[in-house]
């Protein structure tokens, strides 16, 4: 079993829908989890932390659910802008291992 | 969260010949990585740069192939050497501060 893994995608959505990702890790011992973003080019960066009480950020949820190992992130309302790749990362402790990425394409 | 600045960008190389990357971050930072990103895949992590001893490397990659240096907690390289077309690739170094934030990447093409 890969130690992240994602549904590559792509997902084509319309603007203003709503869509979900999920990801499944590998090992119970991963300590922390986030949600990267990829745009075309660019290196990845930050899109949210996730935490096992679920967390929210403007139209981004982020749920985390331990027993299953297996995180999600919610996009509400999606913009084009929003159109990515979405990393799946899991924290070690000494390293953090990155899921192959969800593509996402909002379309207008 | 710190701030990396990577270099070079891009570059196209000869086989056989060797490329050193740069990373400087803003702040020091205790732990510092390097990724290989192909085409259309994710982010494989080559190593872990540890500042005054040798890296820990992935399965996969050997010292051989890709030295790293580590001199001080605000900058790491990354060689790769003996290049083949296969190491056709973006390398990016990150930094744990925080969050984890990456260089912008250097895109290598070998020819």
């Known amino acids: 079993r890969k130690e992240v893994e994602q549904d590559p995608g792509p997902f084509n959505v319309p603007e203003g829908a709503t869509v979900a990702f999920n990801c499944t890790y590998s090992?119970?011992?991963?300590?922390?989890f986030f949600w990267y973003r990829q745009d075309c080019r660019k290196e990845p960066k930050l899109l949210m932390s996730?935490?096992?009480s679920g967390n929210e950020d403007g139209r981004f949820t982020a749920q985390l659910n331990r027993a299953s190992q297996y995180i999600s992130l919610l996009i509400r309302d999606s913009k084009l802008s929003d159109s990515a790749t979405y990393l799946c990362?899991?924290?070690?402790?000494?390293?953090?291992?990155f899921g192959k990425g969800t593509r996402l394409h909002i379309l207008p | 969260s710190a701030v990396i600045s990577q270099k070079p960008s891009r570059d196209i190389c000869q086989r056989g010949t060797s490329l050193t990357i740069q990373c400087q971050v803003d702040?020091?930072?205790?732990?510092m990585f390097w990724y290989r990103q192909q085409p259309g895949q994710s982010l494989t992590l080559i190593a872990t740069?540890?500042?005054?001893?040798?890296?820990?490397?992935e399965s996969g990659f050997v010292i051989d192939k890709f030295p790293i240096s580590r001199p001080n907690l605000t900058f790491s390289t990354l060689t790769v050497s003996n290049m083949s077309p296969e190491d056709s690739s973006i390398y990016l170094c990150?930094?744990?501060?925080?969050?984890?934030?990456f260089g912008s990447g250097t895109r290598l093409t070998v020819v």
């Open positions: 090992n119970s011992a991963s300590q922390s």
């Open positions: 996730v935490y096992s």
């Open positions: 740069a540890n500042q005054g001893s040798e890296a820990t490397y």
């Open positions: 990362v899991v924290n070690l402790g000494d390293k953090i291992i």
């Open positions: 990150s930094a744990s501060s925080g969050g984890y934030t």
């Open positions: 702040s020091q930072v205790t732990m």
